[in-house]
């Protein structure tokens, strides 16, 4: 079955960098387009970024367009959440999720938390 | 890239049926038939219980059915029952290439 499992969190001060990663089996992973949504505590999904199959086509929500990179290696099944200029506010559960065969996301990791704080 | 527009909280009572809105523009829930559904139970991952805004996954309960009209989508569960007590989600695709999630409802069963 589908499985994607992230890592990388943790907590870190404002200002810095950190970088998430999710790695997939179960799934022909050159196939799928691929999220990370996050949910900050005790609050609703927020959208964050999308990236094709191929790495070729990347969409950022308004939030965090300019900070966080989006990134994958087929190779190894991996994608990969870039984040810098950390601020308070991205402080969440990230979570990386799968698209399916059409615009919807099918399966979801069971997430990372990251802390932004002093 | 607002948020979709759901109600914060709907109850019921065990057997009935209750309905969820998720509101939306021309540019997301109204112009794509890419309107999705995730129930999340406390401290775990959302689980996708509709796509497409009817078809359910394969081991989704029927009592869950999704529809829609215009730039509103509707999540109804019928024949409530405990388990359904968890926080859902709508989300479209939406013009720009990206996706929207709805604000959260609660449901709560009495």
């Known amino acids: 079955q589908v499985q994607l499992v992230e890592s990388g969190g943790g907590v870190v001060q404002p200002g810095r960098s950190l970088r998430l990663s999710c790695a997939a089996s179960g799934v022909t992973f050159s196939n799928c387009g691929m999220h990370w949504v996050r949910q900050a505590p005790g609050k609703g999904l927020e959208w964050v970024t999308v990236?094709?199959?191929?790495?070729?086509?990347?969409y950022y929500a308004d939030s965090v367009k300019g900070r966080f990179t989006i990134s994958r290696d087929n190779s190894k099944n991996t994608l990969y959440l870039q984040m810098n200029s950390l601020r308070a506010e991205d402080t969440a559960v990230y979570y990386c999720?799968?698209?399916?065969?059409?615009?919807?996301?099918?399966?979801w990791g069971q997430g990372t938390l990251v802390t932004v704080s002093s | 890239q607002s948020a979709l527009t759901q109600p914060a909280s709907v109850s019921g009572s065990p057997g009935q049926s209750i309905t969820i809105s998720c509101t939306g523009t021309s540019s997301d829930v109204g112009g794509y038939n890419y309107v999705s559904w995730y129930q999340q139970h406390p401290g775990k991952a959302p689980k996708l219980i509709i796509y497409e805004v009817s078809n359910r996954p394969s081991g989704v309960s029927n009592r869950f059915s999704g529809s829609k009209s215009g730039n509103t989508a509707s999540l109804t569960i019928s024949g409530l029952q405990a388990e359904d007590e968890a926080d859902y989600y709508c989300?479209?695709?939406?013009?720009?290439?990206?996706?929207?999630f709805g604000t959260g409802t609660k449901v709560t069963v009495l």
């Open positions: 999720a799968k698209d399916g065969p059409r615009p919807f996301i099918d399966y």
């Open positions: 990236i094709s199959y191929d790495g070729s086509d990347k």
């Open positions: 989300s479209s695709y939406t013009s720009s290439s990206t996706r929207v």
